[in-house]
């Protein structure tokens, strides 16, 4: 018997669905809206979901992700009556099992339902038993539990795999782990960058050449596609593969055979292509700058990497896992983080990912020597500066909120606009430099670097509304 959860405000349709559900041996449960719904996924192991889009509460579109990272990872079936394509390209982008419009019928609901169920029982009785080994990737927030259970699913067969993400994700990490989880663990696992790799030279680098075959080419080389055999060839950054590089290499992933350079000579190579790039391929291809039917070829299974600053339940994991080793490798003692150094690497956007995270770490440590507490003041200039931006627009947003929700005064005592404009430009200026004068703790370069201000506008308008400088 599985359990069924409706989260929807139409009570008749929710009695009408129970007793359908209820019909075919499995318990339903029913929410009039995502808090109650929410309440019973907290409570209940439930299996399937059937979602309402429109709620008291919010939008359930929007709610997907999260249910379906509830404890027990429930398949969720939209239901709505205002759908249309949109509707039904957005739930499928996030994650739903199916999208049905009202009314619904019960051969309408039952199909879905009972193929979600069997869906997840033929997966349960798949899943792998061992652990996943996954050296240094670290974290565990929905976003990264989401892209190691594709991982889990690479891993198991020998499908090439595309990873797709920003610059610093650590696709090289994520590839390593699909190799190390899979049959081919104890071949080799060879890695090319495209991106570093002089366009005259790639060729001769994938596919090895023969002696003669080119000036300076001395002796027989083995290419990395050959010597990838038995094994993993990881391809960082395939969006930098030539044009005309592509459609050889096409050949060979077809028929998994290298010809070397300047050889009449095939030789068969047995290795699982994964490839990764920050670029969009789809878009290259529809501009003729990349094979189209290469890229076929290369996402027989994508994997989408999240950014570190879409995970950033992450950063103190990281934290914890990176810093005593940066500690050590550079002589230093092993240190404690004041909440304000956590906190403004929270609020930092890190565009550069986990790459930058653990530059800016090893700088911060190197910065505080032997101190045993790391502050925001040992953290680079640009981070900081980030950080204090967002808390003063935060800051100033709930100012404009709180003058927005004073109550109106009488008629005769409202002011002209012209009027009203000037009071509140001078009440927005004011409380603007005290809060930046506070969160700098009067450091005049990052106030002038916060502000924008010249030194002399700035210190004009801390002498027109009386701010002191003295922390």
């Given amino acids: 018997m599985a359990n069924i959860l409706i989260i929807d405000d139409d009570p008749v349709l929710c009695r009408s669905m129970a007793a359908s559900i209820a019909d075919v041996g499995h318990e339903a449960h029913i929410a009039y809206s995502l808090e109650q719904g929410r309440s019973i996924l907290a409570d209940v192991e439930i299996d399937v979901v059937f979602l309402d889009v429109v709620l008291p509460d919010g939008d359930g579109m929007k709610e997907v992700e999260q249910i379906k990272h509830a404890t027990s990872h429930p398949e969720v079936i939209i239901i709505t009556g205002y759908g249309g394509p949109e509707g039904a390209e957005a739930a499928v982008k996030s994650g739903a099992w199916d999208y049905l419009c009202k009314p619904i019928s019960d051969k309408e609901m039952m199909l879905p339902l009972l193929r979600a169920l069997q869906y997840r029982r033929e997966k349960h009785s798949s899943r792998r038993q061992e652990p996943l080994h996954r050296d240094r990737i670290i974290g565990n927030s929905p976003a990264m539990q989401k892209s190691l259970e594709l991982v889990a699913q690479a891993s198991a067969g020998d499908a090439n795999i595309l990873l797709v993400?920003?610059?610093?994700?650590?696709?090289?990490?994520?590839?390593?782990?699909?190799?190390?989880?899979?049959?081919?663990?104890?071949?080799?696992?060879?890695?090319?960058?495209?991106?570093a790799l002089p366009e005259t030279l790639i060729e001769a680098t994938l596919f090895g050449h023969v002696r003669g075959a080119f000036t300076g080419a001395d002796k027989d080389k083995t290419g990395l596609i050959r010597m990838a055999d038995g094994g993993s060839l990881f391809l960082d950054e395939i969006g930098e593969l030539p044009l005309p590089l592509q459609r050889g290499f096409l050949r060979v992933l077809q028929e998994r055979v290298v010809r070397p350079v300047g050889s009449n000579k095939e030789f068969k190579s047995d290795f699982r292509l994964i490839s990764a790039t920050n670029r969009n391929l789809d878009s290259m291809a529809a501009d003729g700058t990349f094979r189209e039917d290469l890229l076929f070829r290369l996402k027989t299974m994508r994997i989408l990497l999240p950014p570190l600053r879409e995970r950033r339940e992450d950063i103190r994991q990281l934290l914890v896992y990176y810093a005593p080793r940066l500690a050590a490798a550079t002589g230093v003692s092993s240190k404690i983080f004041a909440p304000e150094f956590i906190q403004t690497l929270l609020q930092y956007d890190w565009p550069g990912n986990v790459r930058e995270f653990i530059s800016t770490l090893e700088i911060a440590i190197l910065a505080a020597g032997n101190a045993p507490t790391l502050y925001p003041a040992h953290l680079p200039e640009s981070v900081r500066i980030t950080a204090v931006k967002k808390r003063t627009h935060e800051a100033i947003h709930t100012s404009r909120s709180d003058i927005l929700d004073t109550p109106l005064a009488l008629p005769e005592t409202i002011p002209t606009l012209k009027e009203f404009r000037d009071e509140m430009i001078e009440f927005a200026e004011e409380k603007y430099l005290q809060y930046v004068v506070r969160v700098t703790k009067a450091d005049i370069k990052a106030m002038l670097s916060l502000s924008g201000l010249s030194k002399s506008r700035f210190y004009e308008l801390l002498r027109k509304y009386n701010i002191q400088t003295k922390t």
């Fill in 165 to 195: 993400g920003e610059t610093g994700v650590g696709k090289e990490l994520f590839a390593r782990a699909i190799h190390d989880n899979s049959r081919r663990k104890n071949g080799p696992f060879v890695v090319v960058d495209c991106a």
